[in-house]
């Protein structure tokens, strides 16, 4: 069954088997993982970092993950947002978008890692993840 919304649960190590319905999210881990929201049954893991997802948390502790999940490698091929807890379906991309993406993603990756190396980062780049966990975790 289709799942139409997430619970965020903030947990330190993700547990066996994940709930349907429930968003973990893992600061030690910097990851974030739910079962896919077309109710196929995969895990879905999203790694928290500036190259690959973002998580926000709104004031009311609603959270929204970017980019969309592209579940790409699954039978389900499905597509779609987290925004505000609820799960937003996205159109089905064919190959040639999922291959252009890849693409994308990857000359973004090797971008900003080649910044990285040569200590080019941007102020922001270091406050960022901070900021979002002491907003998560209340600190």
């Known amino acids: 069954m289709k799942v139409k919304q997430f619970v965020p649960r903030y947990v330190d190590s993700f547990p066996r088997p994940l709930e349907e319905g429930v968003l973990y999210v893992s ?75 890849r693409q994308r993603d990857q000359a973004a990756r090797e971008a900003y890692y080649q910044n990285q190396s040569e200590g080019q980062r941007r102020p922001l780049d270091n406050q960022k993840p901070r900021i979002l966990w002491d907003r998560i975790f209340g600190r």
């Open 27 to 101: 600061r030690k881990f910097s990851m974030a993982g739910h079962h896919c929201a077309c109710g196929c049954g995969q895990e879905v893991m999203t790694p928290l970092k500036p190259t690959q997802w973002s998580l926000s948390v709104n004031p009311r502790g609603d959270v929204t993950l970017y980019p969309s999940i592209g579940n790409w490698g699954f039978a389900c091929r499905s597509h779609y947002w987290i925004r505000g807890n609820k799960v937003v379906w996205s159109y089905q991309m064919t190959e040639s978008e999922i291959a252009r993406n």
